[in-house]
């Protein structure tokens, strides 16, 4: 199962939102907080009010400032499975609960 926080990362990397980071091999340069273990990411200032999930436009460019709405995302898992040859429904919800039954277990 893919890693939401891996996911955002990538789409963070590719959009040149976070501060001094271009490439994810840049990560490596940010100071891991010894009291809990964690590295601090800041978002670059020009993103701070850009969407992380956007839509196409019609050239099936990301736009800068459509978001990506839930029913498209539907849409999308929904074709996605089947071409896949999943039997059962993939939607947003199901990959949700999933990602929260795992982090229950621990």
Same mark, same amino acid.
């Given at each position: 199962?893919?890693?939401?926080?891996?996911?955002?990362?990538?789409?963070?990397?590719?959009?040149?939102?976070?501060?001094?980071?271009?490439?994810?091999?840049?990560?490596?340069?940010?100071?891991?907080?010894?009291?809990?273990?964690?590295?601090?990411?800041?978002?670059?200032?020009?993103? @701070?009010?850009?969407?992380?999930?956007? $839509?196409?436009? %019609?050239?099936? &460019?990301?736009? #800068?400032?459509? =978001?990506? /709405?839930?029913?498209?995302?539907?849409? @999308?898992?929904?074709?996605?499975?089947? $071409?896949?040859? %999943?039997?059962? &429904?993939?939607? #947003?919800?199901? =990959?949700? /609960?999933?990602?929260?039954?795992?982090?229950?277990?621990?």
């Amino acid at each position: 199962m893919l890693c939401p926080v891996a996911l955002l990362f990538v789409l963070a990397v590719a959009d040149s939102a976070l501060d001094k980071i271009e490439k994810a091999e840049h990560i490596d340069m940010v100071k891991i907080k010894s009291s809990n273990k964690t590295r601090e990411l800041r978002v670059a200032e020009h993103m @701070l009010h850009v969407p992380v999930f956007r $839509r196409l436009n %019609y050239r099936s &460019q990301v736009s #800068p400032t459509n =978001i990506w /709405r839930v029913d498209q995302m539907r849409s @999308l898992m929904k074709s996605l499975a089947s $071409r896949a040859g %999943y039997q059962d &429904q993939l939607t #947003p919800y199901a =990959i949700r /609960r999933a990602h929260a039954n795992v982090l229950d277990r621990k």
